[in-house]
């Protein structure tokens, strides 16, 4: 459909329209607006640099930048631009009117037409919150408080949160530290609305000549418009819920390497798994093994990023025979299903009076690791294994470095006992995570700190500081080497162990980042935040990729299918959600916690997903029958899928008497492990 209209940004099959009806005028795209916020950004560091007299960094920024140095740097006023994102609420308007103003709003909505009544419904809440914000602007308490108190409740359910937020901004001093009133300051409301439904919309606006709507409209919505049929309130409400409104196409078209990373070769002299009776003490026979299915695994993945796109770490030979160790223990894995569901060992904490507030088992299921409230780290093996130090160095000294059992040499079996605790936080560990050769262990607290731990000496190795508040999740990458942070600051970090400062951070969320997980394949990270959105980012660009959007709530656990391929996210709305990566589509909804979800695991096979929350239960999932069920060129040609709201995926749900589960794990086996802190 053609529109003359001047300003407007048209796009062939629908794109980002900022509402532009009358305004002669041009505006800024939003790639203008990066632009100019990566220049301001740039701009401000200059500035940090100049006044600290580090001239050396300044001079290599700029050549970096391409901005020469005759370009001045001006002094930035904090306060300054604060105002001037905030005179856009300064309106002359009489303030008795506002209520009468989004009296016809709604009235507009609930006259149109079914099919469009949902998606001009969207408009509400934005308008809504803009309105009231004018009001408190321009010193109109009393009038701000009736519009609020009048209106607030016909707002959606999963907005309610925000809007007790929004509640304590009353005079306009309050608008300059406000989380939501900085968020919707920073990041414009999106909505996504068919062209019909957009064109009636714009209809209204021209011939009521409301210049209040107009004017915000134009200032902080922008209208993602898409050529089709207009979506219902069902599909409109899956993703719905996030700060800033619905996730931009365009967020969501960038090429995704999900594909798995071809395996090495395993060509190594493993010993055979034959029964031995105990009177036996005849050596077991060593022969070359293959499996059949690493063919299969090192047939080259189309979808799988290059071998060389980040640097990975070269596999030494104790790589390669723990990769020889996993490949036979799968050999040996239940295929878990419907029809054969896997057994579960839990494993309960009693008498924790320092509180456990996290719990990780390693990726081999030999090792487990808590976090406590008193800032202790605490680590049990799974094994009959005790936990063993190395021995003193002059011990050391003695022992031949070329025996082929030197790794077994240098521990000390004196040193051997059933547990370790390591110190050294100074708040609430609330992560923890082992490397993938079980030599380190990563720990996270609220004192800003990420610690490096070895468990070898059992001592701290390296400190890392770079958050600036409580972190809230750390993750060793699956190859090693990197690990990956999320805080409290809104970003999420990415280190190597050599190095001390992050080599990348990944800043776009609107709230605290809870939960981080790299994919399998090392070249993305997941992050979920409290602005109730899960994004991808690329390790290689630091770009955001993916933005997801449907949960009601902040996400606290994130867990990738093991081809890859999809994605599982749950939180606090007691709701977990499938994704499709490809495409960033919404692909499932999981239902049946009565809380939070704090954890969640796929089985080795990636047909069973297993979750855990605070209302005491263990629930496994049918997640082969949610993917078969999705049209792969629905997904592909539409822009948005009706999800079955009938179908049940839950196989079975399994209560612990008094038991919050902190931590689901599925060992390589598929046998499945769960923890938790008794609470009486």
Known sequence: MADNTEGQQQTPGGGVVKMEVTAPTAHKTPETDEKSMDKQTLMAVLQFLKKNNLKGTET??????NISATEDVEPSNTEQDVSSVLSAYSSEGDPSKYEEYYNNVISFVESAL??????????????????YLELVYNGHETEAQSFFDKFHGIQEEYHQEDLVKLSTVTKKEHMKSNELMINFRSSKFTIKMSRDSYQLLKRHLQDKQQSILLDILQEHLYIDVFDGLPRSKQQIDATAGAMTGAARREAN?????YGLLKEPDINLPIEEDDDVGEGDDKPKKKKVKKDSQMGKKNKPDPNAPPQNRIPLPELRDIDKMEKALALRETMKRVKVGSDNMPSICFYTFLNTNHGVSSVEVSEDSSLMAVGFADSQVRVWPLTPKKLRCVKEADELMAIDKDADDVLERIMDDRSATDS????????????TSFSPDRSMLL????DGTVRLWSLQMYVNLVCYKGHNYPVWDAQFAPYGYYFVSAGHDKTARLWATENHQPLRIFSGHLSDVDCVRFHPNSNYIATGSSDRTCRLWDVHTGNCVRVLTGHKGPIHSIAFSPD????????????????DIGHGTLIGRLKGHTDTVYSLSFSKDGTVLASGGIDNTVKLWDVNKAFGEVDTDEITNSTHITLSENTN????????KSTPVLHVHFTRKNLLLAAGAYSA
């Open 114 to 131: 079914d099919r469009y009544k949902s998606e001009l419904a969207q408009i509400l809440y934005p308008v809504f919150v803009h309105m």
């Open 420 to 431: 370790r605790t390591l110190l050294g936080h100074s708040g609430p560990v609330n992560a």
């Open 60 to 65: 290599l920024l700029r050549q970096e930048a």
């Open 443 to 446: 720990s996270c607290s609220e």
């Open 564 to 579: 890859g391929k999809h994605i599982a996210t749950a939180g606090i709305d007691k709701t977990i959600l499938l994704w």
């Open 649 to 656: 995926y839950l196989l079975d749900s399994y209560p612990t």
């Open 253 to 257: 078209k960038t090429k995704v390497f």
